[in-house]
């Protein structure tokens, strides 16, 4: 047993970390002696040498893939560079160019981007041209069947958000617009 924790300890201080296969042959040498402190921590470093081994191949991967990418978008680049140059794309903003190899389909969109509208907020309602002070004006002077109050009484009643909301919607309605 002290030869495995004397050979445990010569690993952890080595400069290299021994390869998997050294590490697989001391793993069976401390399970032939029953050392399981010994196959525990062999096991945690079996563990972490495949780590980096996949890290190491998956970086190399996505190296490799990150070199390809250029390559394709220097050859979309130049394929569609002539429709530039002659104006056909002068309508679009931009080119939207997807093809999965797994899949047939293909697509190829022309994109063109549309100003955001002003409003704001993050409700999902419509929005209406005319604001609540043109629509008071209007038809404030009309009387709410349910409250027996004009619209003006009714929006001067409270500044609450929710309040004033269902009296514009109740406006929208007497002005046809809802």
């Not at 793993?27 to 190491?56: H, M, N, P, T, V």
């Not at 999902?124 to 005319?130: A, C, L, P, Y």
Request: net charge positive; proline share 2%; with cysteine.
């Amino acid at each position: 047993m002290a030869d495995t924790n004397a050979s445990a300890q010569a690993t952890q201080g080595q400069a290299q970390a021994p390869d998997l296969e050294q590490l697989k042959a001391q793993i069976q040498e401390a399970l032939a002696k029953g050392d399981f402190k010994a196959i525990a921590k062999l096991s945690s470093e079996i563990a972490k040498a495949q780590r980096q081994a996949e890290e190491a191949e998956r970086e190399a991967k996505q190296k490799a893939l990150a070199e390809l990418t250029q390559k394709v978008m220097k050859a979309i680049k130049k394929a569609i560079q002539p429709f530039i140059d002659d104006g056909s794309l002068a309508q679009a903003d931009g080119v939207w160019f997807a093809w999965d190899f797994g899949d047939t389909s293909e697509s190829c969109r022309l994109v063109k981007s549309a100003p955001r509208k002003s409003g704001g907020g993050g409700g999902r309602g419509q929005r209406f041209d005319i604001s609540s002070e043109e629509l008071l004006a209007k038809y404030g002077d009309q009387i709410d069947e349910a409250t027996g109050k004009t619209y003006k009484d009714l929006w001067a009643e409270s500044t609450d958000g929710n309040h004033r909301y269902k009296v514009r919607c109740k406006l929208l309605k007497a002005a046809g617009l809802r």
